[in-house]
């Protein structure tokens, strides 16, 4: 079956550092990919997507994100953080059926 | 304005009770999901449907029961079978017209047990 898996439960960055979020796959085939926020309490939105073509990908508030497939992973990144990127992000795979398969999700505290 | 609203924001639940989650979209989407998430679980999915008068079990339905009687709505209820229940739920909605990955949420249901 298919699975997400994110290794960082919580990450804290500085204001302005930069942000690497990890995702790793297990999926047959070419995987459709996704990347959602979620603020606390609220449903979720799509940050960025990769179906297929180019390996990184851009998404809204500056984020990018790179499909490896040598190595199942398609990190999430940015390269300045602010306080408002505060958040629990999740990384998700399109299953067949149209399902998504999501990761636990990792919580991202920014020090200001 | 467009969107998917969800109600209520809370929701209690007694032992023994069945209960029942709103979502509601106008974004004329045929297709609907709902999901469980739980802290450091993610989201996990409970039921789904692609029609109005069709649904599939996701992978956690049991204890849960849903109803797609029009397109624009998409209750849950959350059954006395359910041991669990205390969960953040969330409905979501796709086109079908467009690809997966446009599912778009609505803002949740908190539901706790007393």
């Known amino acids: 079956a298919q699975s997400v898996t994110q290794p960082d439960i919580h990450i804290t960055v500085s204001e302005g550092a930069s942000l690497e979020l990890r995702c790793n796959y297990s999926?047959?085939?070419?995987?459709?990919l996704f990347w959602y926020v979620q603020s606390p309490g609220q449903g979720l939105q799509l940050l960025l997507k990769?179906?297929?073509?180019?390996?990184l990908v851009q998404g809204i508030k500056g984020f990018e994100a790179e499909f490896k497939r040598s190595q199942s992973s398609f990190n999430l990144r940015k390269p300045s953080v602010h306080w408002s990127d505060a958040a629990e992000y999740f990384c998700?795979?399109?299953?067949?059926?149209?399902?998504?398969?999501f990761g636990a999700g990792t919580i991202l505290r920014v020090k200001s | 304005d467009g969107g998917i609203t969800q109600s209520p924001k809370y929701l209690f639940r007694k032992e023994g009770q069945n209960v029942t989650l709103s979502c509601e979209q106008n974004?004329?989407?045929?297709?609907m999901y709902w999901y469980r998430q739980d802290p450091g679980q993610g989201l996990r999915l409970i039921y789904y449907?692609?029609?109005?008068?069709?649904?599939q079990k996701g992978d956690i339905a049991e204890g849960y029961s849903v109803s797609r009687e029009k397109k624009e709505s998409f209750p849950l209820t959350v059954t006395s079978a359910q041991k669990n229940p205390t969960a953040f739920y969330l409905c979501?909605?796709?086109?079908?017209?467009?690809?997966?990955?446009?599912?778009?949420f609505g803002p949740g249901t908190r539901l706790l047990v007393l």
């Open positions: 979501a909605s796709r086109d079908r017209g467009r690809s997966i990955e446009t599912q778009y």
């Open positions: 999926y047959g085939a070419t995987p459709y």
């Open positions: 990769y179906f297929s073509g180019d390996t």
């Open positions: 998700a795979v399109g299953e067949y059926g149209n399902k998504l398969v």
């Open positions: 974004l004329n989407h045929d297709a």
């Open positions: 449907s692609q029609i109005v008068n069709d649904f």
